[in-house]
């Protein structure tokens, strides 16, 4: 594991769409793997601007979910509409350059991406209670690649369903990458920030490995890179 603290939100944003775009100028076909969210809003930022102006140069990098739900009456996929507002959609990226996790693709997917050549690097975040992609305290099973979830009400993060589907039409399952399918990405990243995140940060890093708090697994890998803000390493 490598860890490196910088000393804002803007240093991490940095740093993370250089080790990104890093990847994607190489002379190769790359495949990568990217959160939504607040954390990398700036990164992406960052990226946009590039991708815009080098998209030829980027023409042979993919993109790929590590999660995915289908809520509402249209079966609105939720990371693709993130991912599209956020990144896809401003920077222009080809739809054949997207390779969607689907509620009906997910049991090919980690045998899709070895076909690929596998995920050369994959930018995650770190949740509040621990989780990282879809892996939820309690439900979460280390055993697992790409897989399907039950969403039920015994799970503590239950409510945060409530809240994605205020209309009460909750989705039965999700699909989320493993940690078996984690494993296999040749270099895993990281990024968090903000003081809210410092208490999760010290647990991750203390904790003996339990589903409770799915992140602590994620030491496990042979390639991690952690980038921290201050505020975010300010327990350490």
Request: proline letters at 3%.
């Amino acid at each position: 594991m490598k860890k490196i603290a910088v000393d804002t939100y803007e240093d991490m944003s940095q740093l993370m769409a250089s080790i990104l775009l890093g990847e994607m100028v190489k002379d190769k076909r790359s495949n990568i793997s990217i959160t939504g969210g607040s954390t990398p809003i700036r990164t992406f930022e960052i990226m946009i601007e590039k991708y815009k102006t080098m998209k030829e140069v980027f023409s042979d990098t993919y993109f790929y979910n590590f999660d995915n739900a289908e809520i509402g009456e249209d079966k609105k996929s939720t990371t693709n509409t993130l991912l599209n507002n956020q990144f896809y959609g401003p920077a222009g990226v080809d739809s054949k350059n997207i390779k969607l996790l689907t509620m009906n693709n997910y049991d090919q997917y980690d045998q899709m991406i070895k076909e690929d050549g596998g995920l050369d690097i994959m930018m995650i975040g770190l949740g509040l209670n621990g989780h990282f992609c879809g892996n939820e305290p309690y439900s979460t099973d280390f055993s697992k690649g790409t897989h399907r979830v039950k969403i039920d009400k015994k799970y503590p993060w239950y409510s945060v369903w409530e809240d994605i589907c205020p209309d009460g039409n909750i989705p039965e399952y999700y699909v989320t990458m493993g940690f078996k399918s984690l494993l296999k990405v040749k270099h895993l990243v990281l990024i968090v920030n903000g003081r809210a995140k410092a208490e999760v940060v010290k647990k991750m890093l203390s904790l003996d490995i339990t589903n409770e708090f799915p992140s602590t697994a994620l030491l496990l890998h042979p390639n991690l890179t952690i980038i921290l803000d201050k505020e975010a390493a300010s327990k350490l």
